[in-house]
């Protein structure tokens, strides 16, 4: 999962918002309505464990959590810990978790159906504190880190590590009638992805736990093998997916965590130049932490000129290689689109899209990995089409596929995905941090966000701030 918020935009973004949020709860009470298809085979909309008795641990113990409360409202609330519900469930005792990109559609309500109280949070890692009957792989007090989707294991998806589009973790009907299909369960993600409650909490459930758990070594501190969860899987999927190799000159929108990686990962698979396109002080901070990665800065282009002319002087008169968007379709840059996401005549702009496509080489690749929810307009087939353009949905990264090898790489030193957090913070001022986040206020991208189980921080690890 992947965003980016460009400061400039935020006052436009704000107002554009009450149309996507209108249609988000028309969305749920649709579903509510039709009901679910009945192919998942693990419990839905179990998005806190305060709404049923069945749901919450019958010690009565009490946990804190973030919990989405309406439109561009999220409060830090008191819930039970959850329980063990299912033979194959792991409940894990949650001591690292952060903040996406992705996370800001849901305080914006623009993903579909949220209901008041869900918790939110999809990358979390931790220590098993409970194991259903079934499960084999765990036993109480191993680390562990989640993978962000849920997936079954054992489905024609999950058979091949496509863990992302696992057929019997989520039955929802909107997205399967707007989507042609459906994706897998994701943790704090909305009803739209299963209901599933979130790891911003002290405690998780976590359906098949043998599939969606992997352990964590020693020599692996959470602060780098928590984004094996998330970041680390879609910068990766993003790079290789969309086609990077030897020699190729990458552009890539974006400069937050995923970006960030990307451009890290494209490198690796051999790319002789990374170009990246944002604004402010983001860039300023890729210019310090990664001086070999060239930048344009799009907010101070001369008159005339345009991201598009730019690549193409950068590189040759045709432009990159490859070309990855880690932003998202939310942020309306133009007038047209503002009023257009404002009315409800599409969920997505695609000026970001279109100028990635302008931007490459004739027969050149273009991967989409910003969350892009719905329908955009004024899309450029023409260019796609008369070019060449190999144009790619990267999808919801298959985390299942990559997480081991990416293990590995950390343990070998040849990533460092902790360069990419700027904040440490406390889960009791998360509620704060969001909104801190979402202004990108004193220079935040990526935060490690520690509960009252984390372990003591690792080296290296920015000083824990408090709101």
Same mark, same amino acid.
Request: charged share 25%; proline share 4%; with cysteine.
């Given at each position: 999962m992947?965003?980016?918020?460009?400061?400039g935009?935020?006052?436009?973004?704000?107002?554009v918002?009450?149309?996507?949020?209108?249609?988000s709860?028309?969305?749920?009470?649709?579903e509510?309505?039709?009901?679910?298809g009945?192919?998942?085979?693990?419990a839905?909309?179990?998005?806190?464990?305060?709404?049923?008795?069945?749901?919450?641990?019958?010690?009565?113990e009490?946990m804190k959590?973030?919990?989405?409360?309406?439109?561009?409202?999220?409060?830090?609330?008191?819930?039970?810990?959850?329980?063990?519900?299912?033979?194959?469930?792991?409940?894990?005792?949650?001591? *690292?978790?952060?903040?996406?990109?992705?996370?800001?559609?849901?305080? %914006?309500?623009t /993903?579909?159906?949220?209901? +008041?109280? !869900?918790?939110?949070?999809?990358?979390?890692?931790?220590?098993v504190?409970?194991?259903?009957s079934?499960?084999?792989?765990f036993?109480?007090?191993?680390?562990?880190?989640?993978?962000?989707?849920?997936?079954?294991?054992d489905?024609?998806y999950?058979?091949?590590?496509l863990?992302?589009?696992?057929?019997?973790?989520?039955?929802?009907?909107?997205?399967?009638?707007?989507?042609?299909?459906?994706t897998?369960?994701?943790?704090?993600?909305?009803?739209?992805?299963?209901?599933?409650?979130?790891?911003?909490a002290e405690?998780?459930?976590?359906?098949y736990?043998?599939?969606?758990?992997?352990?964590?070594p020693d020599?692996?501190p959470?602060?780098? *093998?928590?984004?094996?969860?998330?970041v680390?899987?879609?910068s990766? %999927?993003?790079v /290789?997916?969309t086609?990077? +190799?030897? !020699?190729?000159v990458v552009?890539?929108?974006?400069?937050?965590?995923?970006?960030?990686?990307?451009?890290?990962?494209?490198?690796?698979?051999?790319?002789?130049?990374?170009?990246m396109?944002?604004?402010?002080?983001?860039?300023d901070?890729?210019?310090k932490?990664?001086?070999?990665?060239?930048?344009i800065?799009?907010?101070?282009?001369?008159?005339g000129e345009?991201?598009?002319?730019?690549?193409?002087e950068l590189?040759?008169?045709?432009?990159?290689?490859?070309?990855i968007?880690c932003?998202?379709?939310?942020?309306?840059?133009?007038?047209?689109?503002?009023?257009?996401?404002?009315?409800?005549?599409?969920?997505?702009?695609s000026?970001?899209?279109?100028?990635?496509?302008?931007?490459?080489?004739?027969?050149?690749?273009?991967?989409?990995?910003g969350?892009?929810?719905?329908?955009?307009?004024?899309?450029n087939?023409g260019?796609?089409?008369?070019?060449?353009?190999r144009?790619?949905?990267?999808g919801?990264a298959?985390?299942h596929?990559?997480?081991?090898?990416?293990?590995?790489?950390?343990?070998?030193?040849?990533?460092?995905?902790s360069?990419?957090?700027?904040?440490?913070?406390s889960?009791?001022?998360?509620d704060?941090?969001?909104?801190?986040?979402?202004e990108k206020?004193?220079?935040?991208?990526k935060?490690?966000?520690?509960?009252?189980?984390?372990f003591?921080?690792?080296?290296?690890?920015?000083?824990?701030?408090?709101?």
């Amino acid at each position: 999962m992947s965003s980016f918020c460009a400061s400039g935009r935020r006052r436009k973004t704000q107002t554009v918002q009450q149309a996507p949020k209108m249609m988000s709860q028309a969305a749920m009470q649709a579903e509510k309505a039709i009901g679910h298809g009945g192919e998942a085979t693990t419990a839905q909309d179990v998005t806190n464990p305060g709404n049923s008795a069945e749901y919450a641990d019958p010690s009565g113990e009490k946990m804190k959590a973030l919990a989405w409360m309406g439109k561009n409202k999220v409060e830090m609330i008191e819930c039970p810990k959850p329980k063990v519900m299912e033979p194959r469930d792991v409940i894990v005792k949650v001591t *690292g978790s952060t903040v996406c990109g992705s996370d800001l559609h849901l305080l %914006h309500g623009t /993903v579909v159906e949220l209901q +008041k109280g !869900d918790i939110l949070g999809h990358e979390f890692c931790g220590v098993v504190d409970e194991v259903g009957s079934q499960v084999t792989k765990f036993k109480k007090g191993q680390r562990v880190v989640a993978s962000f989707q849920i997936a079954c294991g054992d489905c024609f998806y999950c058979k091949q590590k496509l863990s992302s589009q696992c057929e019997k973790t989520n039955d929802n009907t909107i997205e399967n009638a707007m989507y042609g299909g459906r994706t897998a369960g994701m943790f704090g993600y909305s009803h739209f992805t299963g209901g599933f409650a979130g790891g911003q909490a002290e405690y998780t459930r976590v359906p098949y736990g043998d599939v969606n758990l992997l352990p964590l070594p020693d020599d692996v501190p959470d602060e780098e *093998g928590l984004f094996l969860s998330d970041v680390l899987c879609t910068s990766w %999927h993003a790079v /290789v997916d969309t086609g990077v +190799k030897k !020699d190729d000159v990458v552009a890539i929108w974006g400069a937050g965590p995923i970006g960030q990686m990307a451009a890290e990962f494209s490198l690796l698979n051999g790319a002789k130049k990374v170009i990246m396109i944002d604004q402010n002080w983001r860039l300023d901070f890729i210019k310090k932490n990664y001086p070999h990665i060239e930048t344009i800065d799009f907010s101070k282009l001369g008159k005339g000129e345009s991201v598009t002319s730019k690549l193409k002087e950068l590189v040759d008169n045709r432009g990159p290689d490859v070309s990855i968007e880690c932003a998202a379709g939310e942020y309306a840059k133009g007038w047209a689109h503002y009023f257009e996401m404002m009315l409800g005549l599409e969920t997505d702009t695609s000026e970001l899209v279109n100028e990635m496509i302008t931007s490459t080489r004739n027969f050149g690749s273009c991967g989409i990995t910003g969350v892009y929810v719905g329908f955009t307009n004024h899309f450029n087939i023409g260019s796609l089409m008369e070019r060449g353009i190999r144009l790619i949905g990267n999808g919801q990264a298959p985390v299942h596929k990559y997480w081991e090898s990416l293990l590995k790489m950390i343990q070998e030193k040849q990533i460092h995905p902790s360069k990419m957090v700027t904040h440490r913070v406390s889960l009791d001022d998360l509620d704060k941090v969001y909104y801190k986040f979402e202004e990108k206020a004193d220079g935040m991208q990526k935060v490690f966000v520690e509960t009252k189980w984390s372990f003591p921080a690792s080296q290296g690890s920015p000083a824990l701030t408090r709101y």
